[in-house]
């Protein structure tokens, strides 16, 4: 699988907006047919930060979705909302999606 981190720093009077801003891309990536997952999270220590998580089923997948016009769409419009180039870590995992944590277990 593709596994894709990426950490997109929001301009400050923007942030409030940002997870509504992305739903449509958001709802429009996770019908692609490889999509895996693709989760945000918002940053506890830095309220202008957000994390997206996603992953791809295979690098055909991947580039499927970067050609995709709501990818297309989104990049058009993100550098008027961002307040610093995203950090992203891109890589190939031997796995098909999450496993289970084995050190953590729910008491019963």
Same mark, same amino acid.
């Given at each position: 699988m593709i596994f894709i981190?990426?950490?997109?720093?929001?301009?400050?009077?923007?942030?409030? %907006?940002?997870l509504s801003l992305v739903d449509d /891309?958001?709802? +429009?990536?996770r019908q692609e047919p490889g999509n895996l997952f693709f989760e945000w999270s918002r940053s506890v220590d830095d309220p202008n930060q957000f994390v997206l998580l996603e992953a791809f089923a295979s690098p055909e997948a991947g %580039?499927?979705?970067v050609n995709?016009?709501? /990818?297309?769409? +989104?990049?058009?419009?993100?550098?008027?909302?961002?307040?610093a180039t995203p950090q992203?870590?891109?890589t190939e995992v031997p796995?098909?999606?999450?496993?289970?944590m084995a050190e953590v277990t729910p008491n019963q």
């Open positions: 981190a990426v950490k997109f720093t929001v301009r400050p009077e923007r942030s409030e %907006e940002w /891309f958001t709802q +429009a990536t %580039e499927a979705h995709s016009a709501h /990818f297309q769409n +989104a990049i058009s419009w993100m550098p008027d909302v961002v307040a992203i870590i891109n796995s098909d999606g999450w496993s289970q």
